[in-house]
């Protein structure tokens, strides 16, 4: 099995101790992975008193790109405006699904202008709360982005003019794979010490070749139709009510 890595909720108020604790683990092992850049942080969640912020936000960010780190858009605001799954059902809740297409074309085209002006072009989006709906994938392909960070499968597929790159349905079930490639999802803001030794464990297994987003983004894409989609929607609804139960 072939695993890369996806690092959420980039921002310049972000916990950057713990970026930079997980990004030596990633450089110990040689793993260059997607970053998730939100161009307009407002998210209180996401914001932190922790030393170590570069000076450069931007700088930093284009010098993670030269060192073979792959970018994508991580929404907007990262604000969630409404209740909805939308077409990954994985959360109940969204910054883009329910919302009208000339918003969600409006908030594209802005953090697009912001990332553009910190020098960083990408063709990449990863929606927060990987919630977005049709709405959504229209307006991603009238603005100039090629892929969407979501989805669960083996290997990158095709679906209504968009390529999708899956992520781990679940961890574990992912490892015992033989073969296919997926993408473990990480947010470095909640990264533990302890969590450290145990993703430190995962990079050591014989059985899972760690690589690069790059090398992910080279893979061909399969066409995925309505069987898969309906597949995948079950998929990430049925994980959203286990985690709703277990949460209590």
Request: hydrophobic fraction near 35%.
């Amino acid at each position: 099995m072939r695993i890369t890595v996806r690092l959420d909720d980039i921002t310049p108020d972000m916990d950057w101790e713990r970026f930079y604790r997980f990004k030596a683990l990633l450089d110990k092992y040689q793993i260059k992975p997607l970053i998730g850049v939100v161009p307009d942080n407002r998210d209180e969640n996401l914001r932190a008193k922790a030393q170590g912020a570069p000076e450069d936000f931007w700088a930093c960010i284009r010098q993670l790109r030269d060192q073979g780190w792959q970018i994508a858009m991580h929404g907007f605001r990262h604000i969630y405006a409404t209740k909805k799954g939308g077409l990954f059902p994985l959360n109940d809740f969204s910054e883009f699904a329910g919302l009208p297409f000339e918003e969600q074309r409006r908030m594209l085209l802005e953090g697009k202008r912001i990332l553009e002006e910190g020098g960083i072009r990408t063709e990449l989006f990863m929606a927060p709360a990987h919630s977005y709906d049709g709405n959504t994938i229209r307006a991603l392909k009238e603005t100039g982005f090629k892929g969407l960070t979501d989805g669960f499968g083996d290997g990158p597929y095709e679906w209504r003019g968009l390529r999708f790159y899956p992520i781990s349905f679940k961890l574990s079930r992912t490892f015992r794979k033989k073969s296919g490639y997926s993408t473990m999802v990480i947010h470095t803001g909640t990264v533990s010490r302890d969590d450290l030794e145990r993703y430190e464990g995962y990079f050591r297994r014989e059985d899972v070749q760690w690589i690069s987003y790059e090398e992910y983004l080279g893979q061909p894409a399969a066409k995925r139709g309505a069987a898969g989609r309906i597949k995948e929607f079950l998929m990430a609804k049925g994980k959203y009510l286990i985690g709703k139960m277990k949460g209590g």
